[in-house]
């Protein structure tokens, strides 16, 4: 395990010395299990986490980059109502993410979420113009026309 993070952390520095990067934890991580998830910690990159350009990020994590807002995941989300889903591919699951206006229907049924009192952080108030779940068995993208949230 230390190896593997030394060299994590060496790939990181050496990205982060010439560009940004933002790392998100996923499933297998340490990180918290529930979502959303918290950054990875810093001690985990001692030679990354100096450069500014290094930002450990939540999972679920939102950005804007060149004025095009990003959303992501590290596919959890996916990956539960693929569990409960028969006749859908995963690419169709995100999709529904999006015209349902929520990143994570299946939470806390049965997909593990920090219990919110008041407002969902998981309802899209804004429709992103790109929106992405990682670890995922294969590359799919799909082109949605008029996802306007209001």
Not at 66 to 94: E, F, I, P, W
């Amino acid at each position: 395990m230390l190896c593997c993070c030394r060299d994590m952390d060496l790939i990181m520095t050496e990205l982060s010395a010439a560009l940004p990067v933002d790392i998100m934890p996923g499933p297998d991580d340490p990180a918290n299990v529930s979502l959303p998830q918290q950054p990875l910690h810093q001690c985990l990159f001692p030679g990354a986490a100096p450069y500014s350009s290094f930002r450990r990020v939540t999972n679920p994590h939102q950005f804007e980059l060149g004025g095009v807002l990003l959303l992501g995941t590290s596919g959890q989300n996916v990956d539960d109502m693929a569990k409960y889903t028969k006749g859908c591919s995963r690419l169709d699951l995100l999709a529904s993410c999006l015209s349902w206006r929520h990143l994570c229907p299946t939470a806390p049924d049965t997909l593990t979420c920090y219990p919110f009192s008041g407002d969902d952080p998981f309802v899209l108030e804004q429709c992103p113009h790109i929106m992405f779940a990682g670890n995922q068995p294969e590359f799919n993208t799909k082109l949605l026309q008029g996802g306007y949230i209001r």
